[in-house]
């Protein structure tokens, strides 16, 4: 059985810093593309950033890019977002998601799904 599950979110002031992890089971990690995803109350879900098999080519939403990063350790089987300069806006559910087929950006080409962290940024 697949598992996704995500952790690190919190209550953070503007401007701080998060660290989101995504902890995966049940699948062979490495042939994924990972992505996350989130939802802010009231709105769709949206990309965020992905990163590919190896590590080593990512994707941003440019709402973000320049503040987050993606990451991923292998042995781990885990993914990382390291989120900084935290704004107001960015308040949301975050998810992680595994992505078979390399179509990152896209919730609906996903394969697996994590329940989401909460991430709550107050100005």
């Known amino acids: 059985q697949v598992q996704l599950v995500e952790s690190g979110g919190g209550l953070v002031q503007a401007g701080g810093s998060l660290r989101l992890s995504c902890a995966a089971s049940?699948?062979?990690?490495?042939?994924?593309?990972m992505d996350w995803f989130r939802q802010a109350p009231g709105k769709e879900r949206e990309f965020v950033a992905a990163?590919?098999?190896?590590?080593?080519?990512?994707r941003y939403a440019d709402s973000v890019k320049d503040r987050f990063t993606i990451s991923r350790v292998n042995d781990k089987n885990t993914v990382y977002l390291q989120m900084n300069t935290l704004k107001p806006e960015d308040t949301a559910v975050y998810y992680c998601?595994?992505?078979?087929?390399?179509?990152?950006?896209?919730?609906?080409?996903?394969?697996?799904w994590g329940k989401g962290t909460l991430v709550t940024v107050s100005s």
């Open positions: 998601a595994a992505d078979s087929r390399g179509a990152s950006m896209t919730s609906s080409a996903m394969d697996y």
């Open positions: 049940g699948l062979t990690f490495s042939s994924y593309v």
């Open positions: 990163i590919n098999r190896g590590g080593g080519s990512t």
